[in-house]
């Protein structure tokens, strides 16, 4: 049975980091573009940024722009979300998803259609 898992998830202070990691069975995410979003209580998912099977990056929010970084490392066929400088407001289920496209959409907001079951983020002093 093909899935996506994330794991990493944790609680940090406010400023702290924390490092997600996307990871694949039942097909290579090597080839695929991967996605990371979230869902914060009460509030609608939001797609954060996307990483295509070459590397270009692209963004879906200025919300983490230059505090969370998504990479690749197709050794280990992980997808990584690095998040740094993190804030309370960041507080949420953070997801990796894949529409089995080698790109990132950029037309709008991307249609995953296949999604990890989420890795729980709470920033708080």
């Known amino acids: 049975q093909s899935k996506l898992v994330e794991s990493g998830g944790g609680s940090v202070q406010p400023g702290g980091s924390l490092r997600l990691s996307c990871t694949a069975s039942?097909?290579?995410?090597?080839?695929?573009?991967v996605g990371w979003s979230r869902q914060a209580p009460g509030k609608e998912r939001e797609a954060l940024m996307c990483?295509?099977?070459?590397?270009?990056?692209?963004y879906y929010t200025d919300s983490v722009k230059g505090r969370f970084t998504i990479s690749r490392d197709n050794t280990r066929d992980t997808v990584y979300l690095q998040m740094n400088s993190l804030r309370p407001e960041d507080t949420a289920d953070y997801y990796c998803?894949?529409?089995?496209?080698?790109?990132?959409?950029?037309?709008?907001?991307?249609?995953?259609?296949?999604w990890g079951q989420g890795t729980q983020v709470t920033v708080s002093s």
């Open positions: 990483i295509s099977k070459t590397g270009r990056i692209t």
């Open positions: 998803a894949t529409d089995f496209l080698d790109y990132c959409e950029d037309d709008g907001p991307p249609r995953y259609d296949f």
């Open positions: 039942g097909f290579t995410l090597e080839y695929h573009a």
